[in-house]
């Protein structure tokens, strides 16, 4: 990181609340420009979100997910959107894949705008029962592959094994989903949707469903994956920790329906640094951004990720 990106860290997550509320929250917290863009190359985005407004409409109803959201996500960023429970996450993410056209705005993906679903967007839900029982793991692993025709039967199988191996599960290629733990289950979610090899990951909540101490080794899994094979990631999460671990960028968006209140950079932060107080004050910080009226969260407990930051109870 360069010495002008840890500059802007610094008073992205540093500067008092009321300082944000001076300069605009959105400005005082941009993220800092990539090195590149210092040399007048800022890369291209990968994702690139233009004010895009979701809606659910039903013959009883219109339920408007979000508001003018934009962002953009960056090859190799590992981008996090972190709300309440009901402001557009899971919705943006559904939009990103294709499973749902914006009603304003667009998205472009690597410049082409998002028409439907396919294989360059690879989705991993939180649900454990995200693998067909019927299938072993590796034949879980090889199954888009081979439904896409991405490649043949042998190659297929020799990817799988590949990102099985990745994620430590080599020697359960054989067995059956129900023979796993939920964390081994999502580790293979997680290496199907790599051996796909897409443009970008979409993880909705992918670890809420795991108990605390499992969530924080997946986190720690992920970032080490990530280390490896360096890929784009679009992470939903309601925990702040956890945005704060598993994010270089965080975008906070506000209640329902969700607008952007911030982006944060966020790359300085890591497992490591859970329990220091520079996480602790960030964590109250991005709490403050969220619910400037409401009281400060309690200290989380480096051992419970799912604290009282969790934004599922939060609003
Ligand atoms: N299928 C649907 N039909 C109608 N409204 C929906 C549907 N799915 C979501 N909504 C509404 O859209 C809004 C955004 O929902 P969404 O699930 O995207 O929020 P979220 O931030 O992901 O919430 P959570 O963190 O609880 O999963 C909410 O008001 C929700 O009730």
């Not at 509320?21 to 040399?39: F, I, K, N, V, Y």
């Not at 733990?181 to 051996?195: F, H, P, Y």
Request: proline share 8%; aromatic share 6%.
């Amino acid at each position: 990181m360069s010495a002008r990106q840890l500059r802007a860290t610094a008073s992205a997550v540093d500067a008092p609340p009321a300082a944000a509320a001076d300069t605009g929250r959105r400005a005082a917290l941009q993220a800092a420009p990539p090195p590149a863009a210092e040399a007048g190359s800022a890369p291209a985005p990968l994702l690139h979100v233009d004010n895009v407004g979701l809606e659910y409409r039903t013959a009883q109803s219109v339920v408007r997910a979000t508001h003018k959201v934009s962002f953009d996500v960056l090859p190799a960023d590992r981008f996090v959107l972190l709300g309440p429970s009901g402001c557009g996450k899971s919705t943006l993410l559904k939009a990103v894949a294709g499973f749902l056209r914006p009603r304003d705005g667009e998205i472009l993906l690597d410049g082409q705008r998002v028409r439907g679903p396919g294989p360059d967007r690879i989705v991993v839900f939180q649900e454990f029962d995200q693998l067909p029982p019927w299938k072993t793991v590796k034949q879980n692993v090889m199954f888009p592959l081979l439904a896409s025709r991405t490649l043949g039967r042998r190659e297929a199988a020799e990817r799988a094994l590949h990102y099985l191996d990745k994620v430590g599960l080599a020697a359960f290629a054989e067995a059956y989903p129900h023979t796993l733990s939920g964390g081994m289950k999502q580790r293979v979610a997680i290496a199907r949707a790599l051996a796909m090899q897409p443009k970008i990951l979409l993880m909705d909540e992918p670890f809420a469903a795991l108990d605390a101490l499992t969530r924080r080794k997946m986190q720690e899994e992920l970032l080490a994956l990530w280390d490896d094979v360096r890929f784009t990631l679009l992470f939903v999460t309601h925990s702040i920790e956890e945005a704060v671990i598993v994010g270089n960028r965080v975008l906070l968006l506000s209640p329902h329906p969700g607008r952007v209140r911030a982006e944060l950079d966020t790359a300085d932060f890591d497992l490591a640094g859970l329990g220091s107080e520079r996480f602790q004050n960030t964590v109250q910080r991005i709490h403050h951004l969220l619910f400037p009226d409401a009281p400060p969260p309690g200290r989380a407990d480096p051992a419970q990720l799912l604290s009282p930051t969790d934004l599922r109870f939060a609003l």
